[in-house]
């Protein structure tokens, strides 16, 4: 059977919106027809009609579905290395109830209209949750360690971790530049230099990681110091730790940038000079939730670079809802179009997870889900916005 779907507006991703436009949908969720609104044969059906905007269903790229057991215990405004501290302690827990909270995450995202999801982990425990789930997930299964001589070791058992996540999409990666060596950085380069394998690194999430590459001072000091792990042999690099690892990565690597709230103009330029593959992904709430602060997204648009929108975990945010980020960037630089947040939160997310062939935009051929967002006004975002799944 084939539903067709209306509202004030469809988003397709892939061409300007349709006022009034249709939207016809078979049983596997394929798209058989998208319509003007003068196009559409009223006998061919019923039209399913909205008050508000179709979009593309949401790709989150970036979640922690393993720490979801952290909802509404670690504190607002502790900034990044106390908040890493709370992680620490409180995330261990009886194995039933963290799957049971991953089971529930899964849940309230799917009901959030999103269909995609860029997942780290450390552990293997959200292997059968995502083998279940209607959402479709990447694990970039996450390795870290600042202690050179360790790189080998962890980088081996990351494979490990890697090989029990098979037969799902999966790729190694590393956690962020404060706790990953130059040792385990050349590790993945050699690895990789030859095969595609998605890169998902927290860039920048705080100021302390740009002190402790610049000079080798800060709270990172202090934190490595109690947790007596020797930092010795780390020597400052007299520039930010964005620019010090861009050139440790390898050519054709895939790498998305995760946070950026403190990454410069400087930075960026340094990025775009060294011709990396690199897609930014912003996850305003959790950097609301943690520094109380946004990054300056709009300095990235500038660059023509790829964005996206990541949700992060129910460590640093109340809710798994990217209509909910699109919110916060909206708030934060209210002359961002609505079509562009849309494009960062669908079909640039797809892009860089290699699946646009079926997800990210409203075109024939394509299962994207549709997801209906209401209380639009003037194509703005409105605090009443809501998502709706509607496939
Ligand atoms: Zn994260």
Aim: overall charge negative.
């Amino acid at each position: 059977m084939i539903r067709n779907f209306s509202a004030d507006y469809i988003i397709t991703v892939a061409g300007e919106p349709l006022k009034n436009g249709v939207v016809s949908v078979n049983d596997e969720g394929e798209i058989v027809n998208i319509y003007n609104a003068d196009d559409f044969d009223t006998n061919s059906g019923e039209v399913e009609k909205h008050s508000g905007v179709i979009v593309p269903g949401f790709v989150n790229s970036h979640c922690h579905l393993e720490l979801s057991h952290l909802e509404g215990v670690i504190p607002k405004g502790l900034k990044l290395i106390a908040f890493i501290r709370e992680v620490l302690k409180n995330r261990k827990a009886d194995e039933s109830r963290i799957i049971e909270c991953m089971e529930k995450a899964d849940k309230l995202m799917y009901q959030n209209g999103i269909v995609a999801v860029g997942d780290i982990s450390s552990t293997n425990l959200s292997k059968n949750i995502k083998e279940k789930s209607s959402i479709y997930y990447h694990t970039y299964v996450e390795v870290l360690g600042f202690d050179p001589e360790k790189a080998e070791d962890v980088f081996n058992k990351g494979l490990e971790l890697k090989n029990e996540f098979y037969p799902l999409s999966t790729s190694l990666t590393m956690h962020a530049p404060y706790s990953v060596s130059k040792e385990l950085f050349k590790l993945f380069k050699n690895y990789y230099a030859d095969q595609t394998n998605l890169l998902s690194l927290h860039n920048q999430e705080s100021e302390e990681e740009n002190k402790l590459y610049r000079y080798k001072t800060g709270e990172f000091i202090d934190f490595y110091e109690s947790m007596d792990i020797s930092i010795d042999y780390f020597k400052p690099q007299a520039r930010n730790s964005l620019q010090s690892v861009i050139p440790l990565l390898a050519k054709d690597q895939k790498i998305l940038m995760v946070h950026n709230t403190f990454t410069s103009l400087k930075d960026l330029y340094f990025v775009g000079r060294f011709g990396r593959d690199v897609s930014w992904c912003f996850c305003p709430n959790a950097n609301l939730h943690i520094e109380g602060r946004l990054p300056k997204i709009p300095m990235f648009m500038s660059h023509d670079f790829n964005i996206t929108l990541g949700t992060d975990s129910f460590a640093s945010n109340d809710q798994l809802d990217i209509l909910a980020e699109m919110k916060a960037v909206a708030t934060g630089f209210p002359t961002i179009p609505l079509e562009t947040l849309i494009q960062w939160s669908t079909l640039n997310g797809a892009k860089f997870l290699g699946i646009d062939q079926d997800f990210g935009s409203i075109e024939k051929g394509k299962k994207p889900g549709l997801n209906l967002i209401s209380n639009v006004k003037a194509m703005k975002l409105s605090p009443q916005s809501g998502v709706q799944k509607l496939i």
